[in-house]
């Protein structure tokens, strides 16, 4: 396989990953659930909703997912 084609397929994947994270959040609106993070439960903060606005864990929590997948 060629860079260009691995490439393209990383970017492919990546970009239907991200699309799927939109499609919950969009899910989470339509249920009163956007913006609870899905392991404590508590308000995501503004902030990170701003920066990553289908964010599904709070800041503590994210670090809690990142840790069990490394």
């Not at 009163?32 to 903060?45: A, K």
């Amino acid at each position: 396989m060629s860079l260009e084609v691995a490439v393209e397929n990383a970017i492919s994947k990546q970009q239907s990953e991200e699309l799927a994270e939109i499609e919950l959040a969009l899910d989470k609106i339509e249920n009163n659930l956007y913006g609870i993070c899905e392991m404590c439960e508590d308000e995501i903060n503004i902030e990170r909703l701003k920066v990553k606005t289908f964010a599904r864990y709070c800041i503590t929590c994210r670090e809690v997912v990142e840790k069990k997948h490394n």
